[in-house]
Structure formats: structure tokens, C-alpha cells
Antibody
Framework: EVQLVESGGGLVQPGGSLRLSCAAS????????MTWVRQAPGKGLEWVSA????????YYADSVKGRFTISRDNSKNTLYLQMTSLRAEDTAVYYCAKVYCSSTSCPTVGAFDIWGQGTMVTVSS | SYELTQPPSVSVSPGQTARITCSGD??????AYWYQQKPGQAPVLVIY???ERPSGIPERFSGSSSGTTVTLTISGVQAEDEADYYCQSADSSGTVVFGGGTKLTVL
């Protein structure tokens, strides 16, 4: 079964840093764009960042641009999100997700067909 | 960036048809996708490319598009369909947007 497992969440003080990981299994990781989506407690989904299969292209929401960095290690089938200068409003469950590819197209962003279970990040003093 | 607008809530009785709309100026040019999210769980893709259904998603879920509005239709709603539903789109510059979500209540 295709699977994504996030880790690295926790409690961090405002201004601090944290690195999230997303371990992928049972699919050709390097062939797919990947994304991070977050959900603050009781709120809706918010897209954070996306990266192409090769890692050569990365995209960010305005709310995290300049503070968060997405990356991937295709040899380890792992996606990362390095978060710096964290704020209280970054408190959320962070999900990684895999882009859906059809037989004719495999974009970096589009529909996301496989999601991890999420990892909670709490920014508080 | 652009916005996607959904009604906060929709209520329907079991067996009836639920329709959840999503509006946005960019939708005539971009595909829309729909997700179902139950409490404490990760989202599940239920519709892609406006109207395509992933394998394993029941046939009662369907999608349509007209101008700046896309619609998720759930025919013969069941109690298990009670959940939050989100629309989403993505543009060629790599920007992804989610709608605010709609809580579907099965009465």
C-alpha cells in the first residue's frame, strides 16, 4: 500500500526552528511532485509548499515564503520542510501529500491523492 | 493569488442529494479537485479534474463545472458522508488554493 508518514512535529518557541520529514513507501518517489498542507486547530486546509519530482522547482505560499524551505532526498524517499522564524499562527497539523498523475500528465501541483496522517506543530512560549 | 468560496454548511436528509458549490474567477481556466475530511483524519480525494472520480470512490460522488462555479454532488446521501468537504485548484505558476470548506450535515 502506498504510504506517507510524517514526523518531526512538536512544541517550539516563537522564533524557533523545526524540520518536518515525510517518509514515502511503495511508489516511485522521484516521479511525483509532493506538497505540504497544514490545518490550524478547528480551521480549514491551507497549502504551504510544493516541490517537483526532481526537486528542481519549489513553490511557497506567501504566508511562509522566506521562512520555510521544502526539499527532498530521492535516494531516501523522504520529503522535508525546514521551518524557521516560527510564529504562533504556524501552529497546525502539517500533512504531506503526493500529487496525482494520470497516464498523460504528471504536474508538480494538481490533485493530491495520497496523504500522510499529519504531524502537529505547536508554536508557543 | 486567487480565492475559492464555499458555503460554510450544507444540510441534507439521508437518501437526498447534496450539492456543494465552489466559486472562483480562475475556475474557468483551471481544474478543480474535491476532498472529504472526517474528524481526526487526513483528507481524501473524491473528485479530480472537475468531474473525474478516483478508484474506490463511490459512484454517488460526482462533480461538474459551469463558468466560475464547480459543484460536488452527492446522490443518495448516507450517514457516513457527513464530513467537511474542500475544493482546491492549482495554477501553472505552482500556486495551490483551497476553499474554506463546507460542513455537510446528514440530518
Amino acid at each position: 500500500e502506498v504510504q506517507l508518514v510524517e514526523s518531526g512535529g512538536g512544541l517550539v518557541q516563537p522564533g524557533g526552528s523545526l524540520r518536518l520529514s515525510c517518509a514515502a513507501s511503495r511508489f516511485t518517489f522521484s516521479s511525483y511532485g509532493m506538497t505540504w498542507v497544514r490545518q490550524a486547530p478547528g480551521k480549514g486546509l491551507e497549502w504551504v509548499s510544493a516541490i517537483s519530482g526532481s526537486g528542481g522547482s519549489a513553490y511557497y505560499a506567501d504566508s511562509v515564503k522566506g521562512r520555510f524551505t521544502i526539499s527532498r532526498d530521492n535516494s531516501k524517499n523522504t520529503l522535508y520542510l525546514q521551518m524557521t522564524s516560527l510564529r504562533a499562527e504556524d501552529t497546525a497539523v502539517y500533512y504531506c501529500a503526493k500529487v496525482y498523475c494520470s497516464s498523460t500528465s504528471c504536474p508538480t501541483v494538481g490533485a493530491f491523492d495520497i496523504w500522510g496522517q499529519g504531524t502537529m506543530v505547536t508554536v508557543s512560549s | 493569488s486567487y480565492e475559492l468560496t464555499q458555503p460554510p454548511s450544507v444540510s441534507v436528509s439521508p437518501g437526498q442529494t447534496a450539492r456543494i458549490t465552489c466559486s472562483g474567477d480562475a475556475l474557468p481556466k483551471q481544474y478543480a479537485y474535491w476532498y472529504q475530511q472526517k474528524p481526526g483524519q487526513a483528507p481524501v480525494l473524491v473528485i479530480y479534474k472537475d468531474s473525474e472520480r478516483p478508484s474506490g470512490i463511490p459512484e454517488r460522488f460526482s462533480g461538474s463545472s459551469s463558468g466560475t462555479t464547480v459543484t460536488l454532488t452527492i446522490s443518495g446521501v448516507q450517514a457516513e458522508d457527513e464530513a467537511d468537504y474542500y475544493c482546491q485548484s492549482a495554477d501553472s505558476s505552482g500556486t495551490v488554493v483551497f476553499g474554506g470548506g463546507t460542513k455537510l450535515t446528514v440530518l
